[in-house]
Protein backbone atom coordinates (compact mmCIF):
# COMPACT_ATOMS: atom_id res chain seq x y z
CA UNK A 1 0.00 0.00 0.00
CA UNK A 2 1.06 3.69 -0.91
CA UNK A 3 -0.45 6.72 0.47
CA UNK A 4 0.28 9.86 -1.76
CA UNK A 5 -0.19 13.70 -0.37
CA UNK A 6 0.08 16.57 -2.73
CA UNK A 7 1.48 20.13 -2.24
CA UNK A 8 2.76 23.15 -3.73
CA UNK A 9 -0.85 24.52 -5.43
CA UNK A 10 -2.03 27.75 -5.59
CA UNK A 11 -3.36 30.80 -7.27
CA UNK A 12 -1.01 32.44 -9.47
CA UNK A 13 -0.44 34.81 -12.72
CA UNK A 14 0.21 33.49 -15.76
CA UNK A 15 4.22 33.44 -16.24
CA UNK A 16 4.54 32.47 -12.94
CA UNK A 17 6.06 28.99 -10.90
CA UNK A 18 4.74 26.54 -9.25
CA UNK A 19 6.01 23.54 -7.69
CA UNK A 20 3.99 20.65 -6.27
CA UNK A 21 5.25 17.89 -4.39
CA UNK A 22 3.78 14.43 -3.91
CA UNK A 23 4.80 13.12 -0.45
CA UNK A 24 4.36 8.86 -0.12
CA UNK A 25 4.05 6.85 2.82
CA UNK A 26 4.48 2.85 2.72
CA UNK A 27 7.36 0.70 1.28
CA UNK A 28 9.10 -0.01 -1.55
CA UNK A 29 8.62 3.30 -3.02
CA UNK A 30 11.27 3.32 -5.60
CA UNK A 31 9.55 0.28 -7.23
CA UNK A 32 6.17 1.88 -8.59
CA UNK A 33 6.37 4.53 -11.10
CA UNK A 34 4.83 7.63 -11.00
CA UNK A 35 2.61 10.36 -13.08
CA UNK A 36 0.81 13.46 -12.83
CA UNK A 37 -2.71 14.22 -14.09
CA UNK A 38 -5.00 16.93 -13.74
CA UNK A 39 -8.36 17.75 -14.64
CA UNK A 40 -10.55 20.71 -15.06
CA UNK A 41 -14.03 21.72 -14.28
CA UNK A 42 -16.21 19.53 -17.16
CA UNK A 43 -13.35 18.32 -18.28
CA UNK A 44 -12.04 14.58 -18.07
CA UNK A 45 -8.93 13.92 -16.18
CA UNK A 46 -5.48 14.54 -18.64
CA UNK A 47 -1.85 13.11 -18.29
CA UNK A 48 0.62 15.47 -17.40
CA UNK A 49 3.66 14.07 -17.17
CA UNK A 50 5.46 10.42 -15.91
CA UNK A 51 8.66 9.16 -14.78
CA UNK A 52 9.70 5.54 -13.97
CA UNK A 53 10.77 4.40 -10.49
CA UNK A 54 14.54 4.00 -10.99
CA UNK A 55 14.07 7.93 -12.60
CA UNK A 56 15.68 7.12 -15.38
CA UNK A 57 12.64 7.79 -18.07
CA UNK A 58 10.18 10.80 -18.47
CA UNK A 59 7.36 11.37 -21.10
CA UNK A 60 5.14 14.79 -20.87
CA UNK A 61 2.52 15.87 -22.93
CA UNK A 62 3.37 18.27 -25.78
CA UNK A 63 1.34 21.04 -23.81
CA UNK A 64 3.71 21.44 -21.21
CA UNK A 65 7.13 20.45 -22.55
CA UNK A 66 9.49 22.71 -21.78
CA UNK A 67 7.76 24.25 -19.26
CA UNK A 68 6.86 21.20 -16.61
CA UNK A 69 10.04 18.87 -15.52
CA UNK A 70 8.96 15.93 -13.60
CA UNK A 71 11.06 14.54 -10.92
CA UNK A 72 11.71 12.41 -7.63
CA UNK A 73 13.88 11.75 -5.18
CA UNK A 74 13.24 8.22 -3.80
CA UNK A 75 15.71 8.52 -0.51
CA UNK A 76 12.25 10.81 0.62
CA UNK A 77 9.57 9.16 -0.86
CA UNK A 78 8.52 12.25 -2.92
CA UNK A 79 7.95 13.50 -6.34
CA UNK A 80 7.64 16.90 -7.67
CA UNK A 81 6.32 18.59 -10.70
CA UNK A 82 8.05 22.14 -11.25
CA UNK A 83 5.61 24.10 -13.59
CA UNK A 84 6.83 27.25 -15.15
CA UNK A 85 5.67 30.08 -17.65
CA UNK A 86 2.06 29.25 -16.32
CA UNK A 87 -0.66 30.02 -18.35
CA UNK A 88 -4.59 29.45 -17.81
CA UNK A 89 -5.18 26.82 -19.52
CA UNK A 90 -3.18 25.18 -17.08
CA UNK A 91 -5.70 25.51 -14.12
CA UNK A 92 -6.85 22.42 -13.05
CA UNK A 93 -6.91 20.14 -9.93
CA UNK A 94 -3.83 18.26 -10.15
CA UNK A 95 -2.96 14.65 -8.94
CA UNK A 96 0.02 12.57 -8.49
CA UNK A 97 -0.58 9.08 -9.16
CA UNK A 98 1.76 5.48 -8.50
CA UNK A 99 1.59 1.81 -9.30
CA UNK A 100 3.44 -1.00 -10.56
CA UNK A 101 2.98 -0.14 -14.72
CA UNK A 102 3.29 3.56 -16.05
CA UNK A 103 1.04 5.15 -18.36
CA UNK A 104 -0.54 7.77 -19.87
CA UNK A 105 -3.88 6.34 -19.06
CA UNK A 106 -5.18 7.53 -15.98
CA UNK A 107 -7.30 4.12 -14.78
CA UNK A 108 -3.50 2.05 -14.86
CA UNK A 109 -2.76 3.40 -11.78
CA UNK A 110 -3.53 1.56 -8.46
CA UNK A 111 -2.65 4.62 -6.13
CA UNK A 112 -3.64 8.34 -5.46
CA UNK A 113 -3.27 11.46 -3.68
CA UNK A 114 -6.56 13.73 -3.03
CA UNK A 115 -5.21 16.20 -5.27
CA UNK A 116 -4.14 19.97 -5.18
CA UNK A 117 -5.60 23.28 -6.85
CA UNK A 118 -3.74 25.36 -9.85
CA UNK A 119 -5.14 28.12 -10.45
CA UNK A 120 -3.56 30.25 -13.05
CA UNK A 121 -4.97 34.11 -13.88
CA UNK A 122 -4.69 35.76 -17.20
Known amino acids: QVQLVESGGGLVQAGDSLRLSCAASGHSFSLYHMAWFRQAPGKEREFVAD????????SYIDSVKGRFTISRDNAKKTGYLQMNSLKPEDTALYYC???????????????WGQGTQVTVSS
Open 97 to 111: AAGPRISTDYTMYDY
Open 51 to 58: IRGDAQTT
